[in-house]
């Protein structure tokens, strides 16, 4: 089938098999900070927007987004280096497997509530899973980046 | 060599890794693969035990797109057998694998290797492949392994490699016995003895990202395979070994690691690709589904752990007797090796025991193949005999800290249990005084009732690891000075996001004076770097940690020779700054870095390169205390930890940022294996198969980890360092164990600790009255 979809703000026309999830043809389309990580969307990874909504990639066929736009960590240069300076600061990017998907839902976080607590920081970011970090660090880099941003 | 201030060891630098990794970059296994690549799949046994009597792929051939199908057929069943543990020479691990066997051992097993152009193809091919299989009775409870009528490696090609007690017509991976001083006088003597059993799961490392592999043909006709692994060195003799070819024929490169946690210290999944893109001579990948890496890989080795302590009637522990009898699987990798940890790395904690005995059987069973996991058999270990202690403290009505300041090792005492060797450095005795003021443990212990249903209480560990295996691990680097003055470091230990690349370069700066920037880092390829036995046994830091700064010295000491020599001065009369080297006498007299590199590389036969290479006859244990904070429902018996607090010592924490991050995942990890993580076999099949059943902890599962230092000196260490990996996974397990026998009052000897449980040891206090512990009594 035909589809239309807009990546990072580029309208691409493809001709795809109608049960290709999103995922797969983002990361053909060489969006490869789209990483799976399970088959049972329990983990995060795969985090992107359609239509500035965060959706697991891995459970959207890329039928779906056939006239939407749809933004990877790819296409959120500025916005995302600015927070993710953070987290780096803390050293809990470590293995950075789960960090695209994790800093995208973070960032719709921060969009829809400017000064989030603790409380709905841990459950708006329950659905990205990280092993090695332990969550702490993630945690203290998003609480600096929010009194930074405040500040700023 | 130590200095007072130190510029970049002991210094919370960012990642050099960590914006590319924040901001996603293409730099994992997958993302660098050829897109060209052959599909590769695995027919995988539905049954626990069985013989593949028909194996017809005809049909599934012919499936458009397939280029190959290998089985049992395309393998010497006579041929030589080999592990997938990645061991230094002797391997303990016993030689039990064909790449593919007729006899296929567990779920999972490999009954057939299909490689396609996409993976479309080869799920057809692989659902058209027609298996007959002659089943045979399974064994799948360890405990009635040993001299079972069943063998799991009836074979005679099996090969034990090195007298670890291997007998494979007993289904014995492994058996030893181990003791100092008199035990039973000991536990005769003694006035209590706790005598008791303990159970620890399969737990998954469950990385983030999957066992994966792809491989080339190079321009030499050699195999090149890019690898997500943690041991390149041994990948490249395990791959050689599998296929039968010369090692010289094989490179193996890591690019970044999606998480390791010691998973990937087996080749789970490099020799099918390998197999298929030697035979076809084209590029081909595996990529592992969470699937198979959930019922296919290399978990924590299930034990039981039979714990007899004696102490005195004050609390002095007069010894420790262990038997622990462990699972290796359907294979041996690591089965020999790991359970010698759950004895040797428990035991030690308890300097004025006089005597210990610790016997040990590793047996084979139709279960999935054990492997290496984070904490590797101490976290087993270390789960029965702390907990052994919590109930002998509260058995004598003692404070569980009160016991521990009585019996706990110190630095300077001689540690019998572990390997003979002196506690060389070591800060436990503060690092339990500081975790008992951090979490306020006078005021919380043992448990209030919070009036709403709940009950907070807590819970204590202590924790002891390795720095490397001793006399065995090797860590090596080369560093080079180059144009300009910046540095290169070349390693063969693997940065798997625990952040060596970087922690090495800060070794290297201190040394040589300079920014971790002006330090480019490879690692790992095994055409190029430095022989590294690999990133496990908690041996980076303190063994390739202290061959960088060995190397970085010897460097420092050329570059001074060479620009004393442009000055035209003796090395003796200069000093060198990181900038430049000058006269002692006379600061104007002096040469810059540039022109030294400048002058190695022009009319010079003289590289300025250095190669050093590292081991240690000692492995000094980082040591731990941690403390558990529990709220648990009484109702539900939900469990949540609120706080956890945890003092390290690893000797120096070369990069305090990163040692913390180890330390709070480590807690993590350990916190799920105690509440959360199970793993159960129904007919010999995995019923947690994916994250939807195996529970890892969530960020909105768990409130608060508090993690500090009181940092002992290791004087063999780089800087002082000893390792931080391994040792932070193990308290967890009985500081909550213990922390749940003070909220519900009844003592779980099994992991893990599940609501239900918990729900009916409070109904079941409610029904009897409430007797929380012997406190009372005494």
Known sequence: MNIEITVNGKKLRDEIDADMMLIDYLRSHGCLSVKRGCETSNCGLCTVFLDDKPVLSCSVLAARADGRSVTTLEGLRGEAEEFAGFIADQGAEQCGFCNPGFVMNAIALFREDPSPSEEKIKEYLAGNLCRCSGYEGQLRGIEEYLKWKKQK | ?778
């Open chain 2, 1 to 778: 060599m130590e200095k007072a201030e130190m510029k970049a060891v002991n210094k919370p630098i960012r990642k050099k890794d960590a914006m590319q990794l924040l901001m996603g970059a293409p730099v994992y296994t997958d993302d660098i693969a050829p897109s060209d690549c052959l599909i590769v799949k695995l027919l995988r046994s539905p049954y626990p035990n069985a013989e593949i009597e028909e194996i017809n792929t005809d049909i599934a051939a012919k499936v458009p797109g397939i280029e190959a199908i290998y089985t049992w057929k395309d393998v010497d069943q006579n041929g030589k057998r080999f592990t997938c543990a990645g061991q230094t020479y002797p391997e303990a691990s016993p030689y039990d694998r064909l790449i593919l066997d007729r006899h296929v051992r567990f779920v999972g097993d490999v009954a057939a290797i299909v490689a396609g152009e996409n993976e479309k193809c080869v799920d057809k091919a692989l659902s058209l492949i027609k298996v007959k299989y002659k089943k045979l009775d399974p064994i799948l409870d360890f405990r009635l392994a040993k001299d079972a009528a069943v063998l799991v490696h009836p074979e005679d090609n099996w090969i034990s490699m090195a007298p670890v007690g291997a007998d494979n017509k007993r289904n014995l991976c492994a058996h030893d016995e181990c003791s100092a001083g008199d035990i039973d006088g000991a536990l005769a003597g003694s006035d209590i003895i706790i005598d008791r059993v303990y159970h620890t799961k399969a737990v998954q490392q469950a990385m983030m990202e999957t066992f994966r592999t792809f491989c080339t043909i190079d321009t030499y006709g050699r195999l090149n395979v890019v690898s997500s692994t943690q041991i390149v060195f041994h990948c490249r003799r395990i791959i050689a070994n599998a296929l039968g070819i010369p090692k010289s024929m094989v490179r193996v490169i890591k690019p970044r690691i999606g998480g390791g946690f010691g998973a990937k210290q087996t080749s789970v999944s490099e020799i099918y690709p390998a197999f298929v893109t030697w035979k076809t001579k084209k590029p081909s990948k595996i990529i592992f589904s969470r699937y198979e890496s959930m019922t296919a890989s290399s978990p924590r080795h299930e034990m039981e752990l039979h714990v007899r302590l004696g102490a005195m009637k004050d609390g002095r522990i007069r010894g420790i007797d262990l038997y622990t009898l462990s699972n290796t699987g359907a294979y041996g990798e690591h089965g020999p090796t790991t359970v010698g940890l759950s004895g040797h790395k428990s035991i030690p904690l308890y300097g004025t025991a006089e005597a210990f005995r610790f016997i040990s059987d590793v047996v084979y069973t139709n279960h999935m193949s054990a492997g290496a996991y984070r904490g590797y058999g101490a976290t087993q270990g270390l789960f029965a005999v702390e907990s052994a202690v919590n109930e002998l403290a509260s058995e004598l009505g003692m404070d569980p800290a009160a016991v521990r300041e009585m019996n706990i090792t110190h630095e300077g005492e001689l540690m019998p249990a572990y390997y003979g060797q002196m506690n060389t450095s070591c800060a436990l005795d503060r690092c339990l005084a500081r975790v008992k003021e951090m979490s306020g443990w006078d005021e919380k212990y043992p448990a209030r009732d919070m009036g709403n249903g709940k009950v907070r209480s807590v819970g204590l560990g202590l924790s002891m690891q390795g720095s490397g295996i001793t006399s065995v691990d090797v860590g090596s680097a080369i560093l080079k000075l180059n144009e300009t003055g910046f540095y290169t470091l070349t390693i063969g230990a693997a940065d798997m996001g625990t952040g060596c690349d970087t922690t090495l370069a800060q070794v290297a700066a201190e040394v040589l004076e300079c920014s971790v920037d002006d330090i480019a880092v490879f690692g790992a390829d095994t055409d190029i770097s430095p022989y590294d036995s690999g990133s496990y046994a908690s041996s980076t830091m303190y063994v390739t940690g202290k061959a960088v700064e060995l190397c970085a010295n010897e460097l420092r000491d050329r570059i001074i020779r060479l620009g004393a020599e442009l000055i035209g001065l003796g090395a003796d009369e200069c000093l060198f700054d990181g900038k430049r080297v000058y006269s002692a006498a006379d600061e104007s007299r002096s040469a810059e870095l540039f022109e030294i590199a400048a002058a190695s590389m022009c009319g010079s036969s003289d590289t300025l390169a250095v190669t050093k290479t590292h081991s240690s006859d000692i492995s000094p244990p980082p040591f731990m205390a941690g403390v558990a904070e529990l709220e648990t429902d009484k109702e539900t018996g939900e469990t949540r930890v609120v706080n956890f607090y945890a003092v390290v010592d690893c000797g120096t924490p070369v990069n305090p940022n990163l040692a913390r991050v180890q330390a709070e995942g480590g807690i993590m990890q350990g916190i799920g294996m105690a509440l959360s993580e199970n793993v159960t076999y129904r007919g010999g099949r995995v019923l947690e198969s994916s994250f939807m059943q195996y529970k890892i902890p969530s960020r909105a599962d768990i409130g608060r980890i508090h993690v500090e230092f009181e940092s002992s000196y290791e004087k063999e260490g780089p800087f002082g360092a000893k390792s931080i990996g391994e040792v932070v996974i193990n308290t967890p397990s009985p500081a909550i164990a213990d922390a749940l026998y003070n909220a519900a009052g009844k003592r779980f000897y099994e992991l893990p600790i599940t609501p239900e449980q918990i729900a009916e040891a409070f109904a079941e206090r409610e029904k009897t009255g409430n007797i929380r512990s012997l406190k009372e009594k005494l």
